[in-house]
């Protein structure tokens, strides 16, 4: 049974719009959620992350958004940007865990 | 530093066939994670250790896997005997410590396809 879903296997968006990608949890001794992004024929790499006691992170173009009452985290990607094209895998994970739980993935193509 | 590395890149093989994984993870790094990445799952968790000794083994799938860290910089993940279901890319990470706050540094990952 996955603890982390993520509902949209494939997102298209435009060059220079919003991304958005979406999580939800089952979990709620989860308090630490991160995002991944994997290219083609890459390993997944670290994106951004959020701890429980924060509704907000940002990074640059790059903002995650945490609801806990709904067990639910967005990533925001503004403006995108065909570079961000690309595989996010969002984790969550808690302090006895010691391991992430990934999501399923979803699939950005941003559009020139 | 050269970042995790995985041998092979890419594995065909035969069902019924021995196939054996490699992992280098980054020197220094105490944990390492064996993960599979697949349509509908996702990327799962195989099994981690921590200081070569392995922690968490609940994600192996069955008896046909295992995996071995010998000593802080190899690691090998073993599927005998292979079956067709077992395709998949299989990811090796590491991090410096346990801890979930530790970022973990994944490799490009073997590309299995059992036929």
């Known amino acids: 049974d996955q603890q982390v879903k993520q509902n949209s296997p494939s997102l298209s968006v435009q060059e220079g719009r919003i991304s958005i990608l979406n999580c939800d949890y089952t979990n709620s001794m989860f308090d630490y959620f991160l995002w991944y992004k994997k290219y083609p024929a890459e390993g997944p790499t670290f994106l951004i992350s959020?701890?429980?006691?924060?509704d907000k992170n940002e990074d640059g173009r790059f903002t995650v958004f945490l609801n806990k009452s709904a067990k639910h985290l967005s990533l925001h990607i503004v403006p995108s940007q065909p570079g961000d094209s690309a595989v996010y895998f969002c984790?969550?994970?808690?302090?006895?865990?010691?391991?992430?739980?990934f999501g399923s993935g979803t699939k950005l193509n941003v559009k020139p | 530093d050269a970042g995790v590395i995985q041998s092979p890149r890419h594995e065909v093989t035969e069902m019924g066939q021995e196939v054996t994984l490699r992992c280098k993870p980054i020197s220094g790094h105490n944990s390492l994670f064996w993960y599979r990445q697949t349509m509908m799952r996702g990327l799962e968790l195989l099994i981690y250790f921590n200081n070569n000794v392995p922690i968490d083994d609940s994600g192996m799938p069955e008896d046909r896997f295992s995996a071995k860290m010998p000593n802080a910089s190899f690691s090998t993940l073993k599927i005998q005997p292979s079956e067709p279901r077992d395709s998949a890319v299989y990811f090796c990470?590491?991090?410096?410590?346990?801890?979930?706050?530790?970022?973990?540094?994944f490799g490009p990952g073997t590309r299995l396809t059992v036929l």
């Open positions: 959020i701890s429980s006691i924060k």
């Open positions: 984790a969550a994970t808690a302090d006895n865990f010691n391991k992430f739980y």
């Open positions: 990470a590491s991090s410096l410590g346990q801890g979930h706050y530790n970022e973990q540094f």
